[in-house]
């Protein structure tokens, strides 16, 4: 078995962007208080809301990613993506999965005797999980994408327009 990182732990890089995703969150409500409080550039909300939009969609990204890895189940899984819409659930989330040790570990980077193990879903993310600038290329492309159909549909307050 091949020696991993643990700077790049499942556990690391979820307290990352869970914690870069309540930051984010922090700004958006600050500049949206600022902006109600005081004339303030219009160009201060369109920075902080699409740099909380991309690290929104990247907190679920990767929120999806440890999920798949650490077996977290299709409701836990759910829930740690939905709770990003919640201004700074990740880190009380990120806490709730760390007293139960659902952070821990390393990424599985070769199949197991575990019957789960031979999935064409976890084959798949094998796949990519041996492949780290394949894999760390992918999503970032993938959050790209989606941030930008996202941004072509316009701020949020207008999609239901």
Not at 36 to 61: D, K, N, Q, R, W
Not at 117 to 141: A, E
Request: overall charge positive.
């Amino acid at each position: 078995m091949r020696k991993q990182n643990e700077t790049y732990s499942p556990k690391n890089l979820f307290g990352y962007f869970a914690l870069g995703e309540a930051i984010t969150w922090g700004l958006l409500i600050t500049g949206l208080v600022l902006r109600a409080l005081f004339e303030t550039p219009p160009m201060l909300i369109t920075v902080v809301g699409a740099t909380h939009g991309f690290m929104f969609l990247s907190y679920a990204t990767t929120a999806a990613l440890v999920g798949v890895n650490n077996r977290w189940g299709m409701m836990q899984t759910s829930i740690g993506v939905i709770l990003a819409i919640v201004p700074f659930a990740t880190i009380p989330f990120e806490k709730f999965l760390h007293r139960r040790n659902m952070l821990d570990g390393l990424w599985r980077l070769e199949q197991s005797k575990d019957p789960r193990d031979k999935t064409k879903i976890d084959q798949l993310f094998r796949w990519f999980i041996n492949r780290p600038k394949t894999f760390v290329l992918s999503l970032v492309l993938f959050v790209i994408v989606l941030f930008g159909v996202l941004l072509s549909l316009g701020s949020p307050t207008e999609w239901g327009n």
